[in-house]
């Protein structure tokens, strides 16, 4: 993970057009589909397979993103990517290989939350909210909060979104590296656009009624998967 603070010369400035056009394209071919009891398997390390999520959105004042994966991975990942031509660490939830440790970042400035309960093979709930009023990041793993810590405040996420899972974006929309790939099983993907309260990130966690997420919605869900990634039901175990 890097990040950029330069001013652009004329060829960056044309590469980003041409990265712009090319997001317009592929989001033509975005399907929307209604992913309930479905899954996305990543069965394999790689810096090409991913899930590329559409939004309309382009401006975001605050961010709750949820969602429940399964990993055996013990290494350093990415669980969700947003990048923006301006901040390719827009939002960013970040597993790192040391037990329990995870990296939260918003606007391009990260925080380290530390003795998070993560088991390997374990399906997670897990739930980040961001502000950009008062600048707090939390995370919350199977419905517990971590310490709420000062990241980033006083601007907006915005510009043309680019939402990726299964890789972090180490350029926009691209620059993939395969020992940050994520490798396992993602479900029930929800953005908001403002905090949830920590009683609706609750029900979310134990699968209780809530409201779905009004930038990305699991139940309407567009996205384009690009490389081998699967979509499978949910694996139901016997009473």
Request: aromatic content about 10%; proline content about 3%.
């Amino acid at each position: 993970m890097f990040l950029h603070c330069c001013t652009k010369s004329p060829d960056t400035v044309s590469k980003m057009l041409l990265v712009l056009l090319l997001v317009m394209l592929t989001s033509c071919t975005a399907i929307r589909q209604n992913l309930s009891n479905k899954i996305f398997t990543f069965p394999q390390e790689t810096n090409t397979a991913h899930v590329r999520v559409t939004t309309s959105r382009q401006d975001l004042r605050a961010v709750t993103m949820c969602f429940r994966s399964f990993t055996d991975l013990n290494r350093d990942y990415s669980l969700f990517s947003l990048a923006t031509p301006s901040a390719i660490n827009n939002f960013l939830i970040f597993k790192k290989a040391a037990n329990g440790l995870f990296e939260l970042w918003a606007r391009n400035k990260a925080n380290k939350v530390e003795g998070i309960a993560y088991k390997l093979n374990t399906w997670h709930s897990i739930c980040s909210t961001w502000d950009a009023t008062s600048g707090l990041m939390q995370l919350w793993v199977d419905g517990v909060p971590s310490s709420r810590k000062f990241t980033s405040s006083g601007s907006n996420i915005n510009g043309p979104i680019i939402i990726v899972l299964g890789q972090e974006q180490d350029t926009y929309g691209g620059g993939f590296d395969i020992k940050q790939s994520f490798v396992g099983m993602m479900s029930d993907v929800h953005m908001w656009d403002y905090p949830l309260s920590p009683c609706e990130i609750q029900n979310y966690s134990n699968n209780r009624s809530f409201m779905p997420g009004n930038v990305l919605n699991w139940n309407a869900f567009e996205f384009q998967i690009v490389g081998r990634v699967l979509i499978e039901n949910k694996q139901e175990l016997c009473q």
